[in-house]
Structures are given as structure tokens and as C-alpha cells.
């Protein structure tokens, strides 16, 4: 269970998760990051360090540039042990109708 709280403990960051969003579709650079989130270039460093350390995030020398991308099986093993967590019952984002139904009685 500790690996879950330090997980949601990582992403209660709101500019980690936008990091995150924006690296899905291309691997960055720090300074295109910093453009695109409107933050320094110092506090994008700050993120990638924290996001690189829990396995995430990776990095590629280019020239004299370091571009960062997502770490897609580590981001897919974070995924499942989310969705280890998650007990709400619902499935692709429909809410199983049995506990609905199940809320809706108790309710009375």
C-alpha cells in the first residue's frame, strides 16, 4: 500500500500531471515545457527530477539538448496498481447500475 500513497503523493502535483500530459505526445525539453506550462525553467526541472526518480519519466541526451519522455511501462504498471485500488465498481467509465441501485434503496 505504500507504493500507492507515494504514487498519489507524485501526481497531487497539478503541474506533474500536465507534465505527464504533455510528454504523451512527444518527448520535451525542459524549455519547451517551461513555454508550454507558462512555469520556470527551474520548477519544470523540480518536476522532471521527482517524476524521473519514481521511474516515469526518462531521458535522452540530443546534442547539447536533453529531451524527457514517458517511461510507458512504468506508467502502464502505475495504471494497474490504480486500478488495483479503485473499488467504485464502474467499468470504462460507466457506473455498474447494481450499486446505483444499491445507494438509491438505502437511501429511503
Known amino acids: 500500500m505504500k507504493k500507492a500513497a ?10 506533474r500531471i500536465e507534465i505527464i500530459e504533455r510528454l504523451k505526445k512527444e518527448a520535451m525539453s525542459v524549455n519547451t515545457l517551461a513555454d508550454a506550462l ?3 525553467q527551474s520548477a519544470v526541472s523540480q518536476h522532471l527530477r521527482v517524476l524521473k526518480a519514481s521511474g516515469l519519466v526518462k531521458d535522452e541526451r540530443r546534442g547539447y539538448w536533453i529531451y ?3 517511461n ?3 506508467l502502464e504498471k502505475c495504471r494497474q496498481r490504480l486500478n488495483r485500488i479503485c473499488t467504485c465498481g464502474c467499468l470504462g467509465g460507466q457506473v455498474s447500475t447494481k ?4 445507494v438509491s434503496s438505502t437511501a429511503k
Not at 507515494?6 to 503541474?15: N, P, Q
Not at 450499486?99 to 444499491?102: D, E, S, W
Open 6 to 15: 507515494e504514487l498519489f503523493k507524485l501526481l497531487s502535483a497539478d503541474k
Open 38 to 40: 507558462g512555469i520556470t
Open 68 to 70: 524527457y519522455s514517458l
Open 72 to 74: 510507458r511501462d512504468a
Open 99 to 102: 450499486k446505483i441501485h444499491r
